[in-house]
C-alpha cells in the first residue's frame, strides 16, 4: 500500500530552502523519496508514521510527497515558500529601560509573527497585519538592541531601538497642602520629569490620578488621620523627593438661623439656612426628611423643604459631622378662594390677561378655564394674573388650586368675535356726525366701533345684530371694525365698508334762467357731485341725473316769476346755493 502523508510542519518556509520540518503520515517505512513539488530533498525516516527532511529551494505552495516501494502518496498536503519578514522602521526608535510602551514595527511579510525581539528579550505583540506589527517593549538596559521579527518564513532584518534611562522625579509645589481627613479633595502636583507615573503616595495611602503630564499630575487625595504626611510620585525612573500634606480635621458645622422658619406640608419652598462650617454638606434633614441642596457655601446654604407635618428638627451633616438643630414648623395651607374676575369674557382664541382676585392664592399650581389651563403670569396671596387658554364659545368655571386644595369657581364667558355684514348708510361727509347702522352678528358686548383708525360715538346696540353710531371725521374709503370682549371683526365677510364724501360745491347754473312754468334742462356745474340724490330749485324737488363728479344736470320745476336758489344735495350735504330766475310767460 502507498504511503500516506496525513500533515506537514511547518506548513511554510523561505524560498532559499533549509527549513527543517515534520511529514506524519503512515507506510514511511522503506521510503526512498521526498518531494518538494518536483524537486526532492534529503530525509530521515523516523518511523512508519514520520520522516523530518530539509526544504530544497522553491517558490509558490508546492504539494509534497512521499514516494516508496509501495508507490507514492497522493494526499493534498502542501507547503508554501514564503519570503522571510523585512522590517523598514520603528516608532519609536527609543523608550524607558522600564519597557511598557508601544512600539509600531512596519514593513513586509509580516504575518503570523511569532515573536519580536528586543535583543534578547520577547516584546508583548497587540496588533499583527502584513505590513505593521504594534508590540509593547520588553525591559532593557540602558543601550541599543537590535529588534527582529521572526515568523514561519525566518526571521527579519534587524533594526535599532534604543533604551533610554528615565530621570527620577521631582516635586516643586503641592496645591492645596492640605485637606479634610476624609480626602476626595482634588491636589495639583508640580514638578519635573513626572510622566508615567505609576503611583502618588500620600503616607502609605495612594490617591486616584486624574490627569498627568510631564510637569504636573492632578490626583484625589486619599483619606488620612489629622496629621502631616509626606507626598510622593513613582515613576520608571523612581520615586520622587517627598513634600508635605496636612490632614486637618473638619470641624463641627453649626447653624445659627433658618429663613423661612415655617411652610407648607407640601414642601417645595426655598430655605436658608445661615451658620459657621457648613462647607460640603452630605445632607440637610428635615426631621427624618432630607432636602434637595440648591447652594452651599461655607455660611449658608440654600435647599428646597421636602413634604412634612408638624415641627421638626432641621440638622446639616458634613464631614464634620451633624450640626445642631432649629425648628421648622409645617404649617397646614389654607384653601383658595377667588371672590372677582377682571375680565370676566374674552374672546375664544385666548390669550388675553385675566386678573383673579381672592385670598390663599400664593404658590399657585394651577388655574383652569373649564378643562384648560391658563398660564401663571404673576402669582400673591390675593391676586394671579394669567392668559386665559383658548375655548368654545360658552360659560367656564375658573379655580385655582394650590397646595390648599381647589378654589370655588367663577363664572368666565367665551365669546365669539363680532361680524359685519352690511351698513346703512355706506356714504357720508368727511366731518362725521351723521348716523351709521351697523347690521351683523355677536353685537350685544359692543364696547367699541372703529371707521378705519378712527373711533366712532354714541354707540347704542339696538340688538345682537344691530347697532347705532355717530360717524367720526374721515377720509377716503375705510373699514368699518366692533369691537366686543370677543374680540374685534374682519372684513372678510360681508360688506363693511364706508366711504368719506367732500360737501358738493356748484360753481355754475347753464342756463341760469328759465320759464316759469319750468321743463328746461339746467346743467349744474361744481365738485363732489357723483352722489348727488336731491336737487331743488326754491325748495321744490327737479328731476335730474349725475353725469359726473363735477355736472348734473337737472329740469326746472314749475315757479313765480322771480329769483330762487338752487341747491344740490349728497349723503355729505347741501351744496352752495346759486341764483336761478324764472322768466314770466
Known amino acids: 500500500m502507498a504511503p500516506v502523508v496525513t500533515s506537514i510542519s511547518p506548513t511554510q518556509g523561505v524560498p532559499a530552502g533549509g527549513t ?28 512508519d508514521t514520520q520522516i523530518t527532511a530539509k526544504t530544497p529551494a522553491g517558490t509558490g505552495t508546492v504539494q509534497v510527497t512521499v514516494t516508496a516501494p509501495t508507490g507514492t502518496s497522493t494526499q493534498n498536503v502542501f507547503f508554501t ?24 514595527l512596519n514593513g513586509t511579510n509580516l504575518t503570523g509573527a511569532t515573536s519580536v525581539k528586543f535583543g534578547s528579550n ?154 459657621t462650617n457648613l462647607t460640603g454638606a452630605t445632607t440637610v434633614l428635615f426631621g427624618p426628611t432630607p432636602a434637595t441642596i440648591l447652594t452651599n457655601t461655607a455660611t449658608q446654604i440654600t435647599a ?17 459631622g451633624t450640626s445642631n438643630a432649629l425648628t421648622y414648623s409645617y404649617v397646614a395651607t389654607p384653601v383658595p378662594t377667588l371672590t372677582s374676575l377682571n375680565p370676566t369674557s374674552g ?22 378655564f373649564g378643562s384648560n389651563t391658563a398660564a401663571v403670569v404673576t402669582n400673591t396671596a390675593s391676586q394671579i394674573t394669567a392668559i386665559a387658554p383658548a375655548g368654545p364659545p360658552s360659560s367656564v368655571n375658573v379655580t385655582v388650586t394650590t397646595a390648599g386644595g381647589t378654589s370655588n ?27 351709521v347702522t351697523v347690521f351683523g352678528a355677536n353685537l350685544t358686548l359692543t364696547n367699541a366701533v372703529n371707521f378705519g383708525g378712527n373711533p366712532a360715538t354714541a354707540i347704542t346696540v339696538v340688538s345682537d345684530n ?6 367720526p371725521a374721515g377720509s377716503g374709503t375705510v373699514v368699518v371694525t366692533v369691537t366686543t370682549p370677543g374680540g374685534t371683526s374682519t372684513a372678510a365677510t360681508g360688506n363693511p365698508y364706508y366711504t368719506y364724501l367732500g360737501a358738493p360745491v356748484l360753481t355754475s347754473l347753464v342756463p341760469s334762467h328759465g320759464a316759469d312754468f319750468g321743463g328746461d334742462a339746467i346743467v349744474l356745474g361744481g365738485s363732489n357731485l357723483t352722489y348727488t340724490d336731491a336737487v331743488t330749485f326754491g325748495g321744490v324737488p327737479a328731476s335730474f341725473a349725475a353725469i359726473s363728479d363735477t355736472q348734473v344736470v337737472a329740469t326746472s320745476p314749475a315757479g313765480a316769476p322771480g329769483t330762487v336758489s338752487v341747491v344740490a344735495h349728497t349723503p355729505a350735504g347741501n351744496s352752495n346755493a346759486l341764483p336761478f330766475v324764472y322768466d314770466p310767460s
Open 304 to 320: 428646597t423643604a421636602p413634604p412634612g407635618t408638624g415641627n421638626v428638627n432641621v440638622t446639616v451633616t458634613t464631614a464634620g
Open 122 to 275: 520577547t516584546g508583548v505583540i497587540l496588533t499583527n497585519t502584513a505590513t505593521q506589527i504594534t508590540v509593547i517593549a520588553p525591559a532593557g538596559p540602558p543601550s541599543s538592541v537590535n529588534v527582529t521579527v521572526t515568523t514561519a518564513s525566518g526571521t527579519s532584518n534587524a533594526l535599532t531601538y534604543t533604551y533610554t534611562a528615565v530621570p527620577a522625579p521631582t516635586l516643586t509645589t503641592l496645591n492645596p497642602t492640605s485637606g479634610p481627613p476624609a480626602g476626595g479633595n482634588v491636589v495639583t502636583v508640580n514638578g519635573t520629569n513626572l510622566t508615567g507615573a505609576t503611583s502618588v503616595k500620600f503616607g502609605s495611602n495612594t490617591g486616584v490620578i486624574l490627569t498627568n503630564t510631564a510637569t504636573q499630575i492632578t490626583v484625589i487625595a486619599p483619606a488620612g488621620p489629622p496629621s502631616s504626611v509626606n507626598v510622593t510620585v513613582t515613576t520608571a525612573g523612581g520615586t520622587s523627593n517627598a513634600l508635605t500634606y496636612t490632614y486637618v480635621a473638619t470641624p463641627v458645622p453649626t447653624l445659627t438661623s433658618l429663613n423661612p422658619t415655617s411652610g407648607p406640608t407640601s414642601g417645595g419652598n426655598v430655605v436658608t439656612l445661615n451658620g
Open 81 to 104: 515558500y514564503a519570503p522571510a519578514p523585512v522590517l523598514t522602521t520603528l516608532t519609536p526608535a527609543s523608550g524607558p529601560t522600564a519597557g511598557g510602551n508601544v512600539v509600531t
Open 347 to 368: 374672546p375664544t382664541s385666548g390669550g388675553n390677561v385675566v386678573t383673579l382676585n381672592g385670598t390663599n392664592l400664593t404658590g399657585a399650581t394651577s388655574v383652569k
Open 409 to 435: 369657581p367663577l363664572p368666565y364667558f367665551y365669546l365669539a368675535a363680532p361680524t359685519l355684514s352690511d351698513l346703512s348708510p355706506h356714504l357720508g361727509p368727511a366731518t362725521g356726525g351723521n348716523t
Open 20 to 47: 527543517h520540518v515534520t511529514l506524519t503520515g503512515s507506510g514511511f517505512t522503506g521510503a526512498t523519496m521526498v518531494r518538494f513539488g518536483p524537486n526532492g530533498t534529503t530525509f530521515v525516516i523516523v518511523s
Open 466 to 471: 344691530q347697532l347705532t353710531v355717530t360717524a
